[in-house]
């Protein structure tokens, strides 16, 4: 057992527990319960254990586990848990949220009817001050960066990243300025997002130093990403955490429009020497097993771009959509 959260509700602690292991068979995970009147215990361990489980590969959600209880301001109760999508381990561990009741007896579980598979109302004043409930919420942000504020967007960081990477980035007249490190995706240290999109595209107009080389990925390691780079004379296929390297082709220098499509797993890339007139480079990678199960880490299959080398690299106007 593990992650145990405790609260006091009325004359009982509460703690719920991760069991199973979120790695193994997709019904292996889940929540369980136990409460005692004492903090030291002894613990009770409730009787509508588990709390919550995937019960059959079937289902949308797999490997359900790590609740948390959490109260609304209308004082209704929901867990908020996690669980890999079915066909989709690549976007790693999604936060999902479930609706709970207090038993007559004074346990709580998940109540009756509830199916993550489905939509569920909204809690209670979850809009913004000034939002409406009628109004609706607005939801995430844009991944999309033009890079004209001198600040970094919300949704960037650094993989494997550490306070020296303060000193690796500025912005000049609308470009992220990316200070090269190593030799490639691996060791660079790539800038990424968390998405959650089944199907998505992106672009980015990359301009590098003459000693630098430098792509456009979709990253989950060191060990595993997929996407296309180049340098002064190579263009550089990127899969399975290696290298294809081939010839610049004529007339694309050092700078580059890279277009990457990840169409549920098939990743397609496409180049540029005007941003207009597009060459599909001429292999794809298949990345559906680019996850934990493969390579461990818990982490999730992110649009990524990365700087190597020597020297500096410039991106601009990067563009990310969702598709159908």
Same mark, same amino acid.
């Given at each position: ?11 009982? @602690? ?33 009787? @509508? ?13 797999? !490997? ?94 650094? @993989? ?85 390297? !081939? ?78």
């Amino acid at each position: 057992r593990e992650a145990q959260k405790t609260l006091r509700g009325g004359d009982y @602690y509460y703690m719920g527990l991760a069991e199973g292991g979120t790695a193994g068979p997709p019904t292996g995970h889940m929540i369980v319960a136990a409460r005692s009147k004492t903090i030291e215990g002894p613990w009770e361990n409730s009787p @509508y254990n588990p709390i919550m489980r995937t019960q059959s590969h079937e289902e949308r959600w797999w !490997s359900k586990g790590h609740g948390t209880l959490v109260e609304d301001r209308a004082g209704k109760w929901w867990m908020v848990y996690h669980a890999y999508e079915n066909g989709y381990y690549t976007l790693g561990r999604q936060a999902l949220l479930e609706p709970v009741e207090w038993t007559a007896d004074g346990w709580f579980r998940i109540a009756p009817g509830s199916d993550p598979a489905r939509p569920i109302a909204k809690p209670s004043g979850s809009c913004p001050a000034g939002g409406g409930e009628r109004q609706g919420c607005p939801h995430g942000f844009a991944f999309s960066d033009d890079f004209s504020t001198p600040k970094m967007g919300v949704q960037w960081s650094f @993989y494997a990243g550490d306070e020296n990477d303060r000193a690796r980035y500025r912005y000049e007249t609308g470009a992220l300025v990316l200070e090269a490190r190593g030799t490639g995706p691996a060791d660079s240290s790539p800038l990424w997002f968390v998405n959650g999109d089944h199907a998505y595209e992106m672009e980015v107009e990359v301009d590098a130093d003459p000693n630098a080389s430098a792509g456009l990925l979709v990253f989950y390691s060191r060990k595993l990403y997929a996407g296309l780079g180049f340098s002064s004379r190579n263009l550089r296929m990127h899969l399975y955490g290696m290298d294809r390297t !081939s010839a610049k082709p004529a007339g694309l220098g050092q700078q580059v429009w890279l277009r990457l499509r990840n169409d549920r797993h098939i990743v397609t890339v496409d180049y540029s020497a005007d941003g207009k007139t597009w060459q599909r480079y001429d292999r794809g990678v298949e990345v559906s097993g680019y996850h934990h199960n493969v390579a461990y880490d818990f982490l999730s299959l992110r649009p990524a771009l990365y700087a190597s080398g020597e020297g500096e690299v410039r991106f601009r106007n990067f563009k990310y959509r969702a598709l159908p």
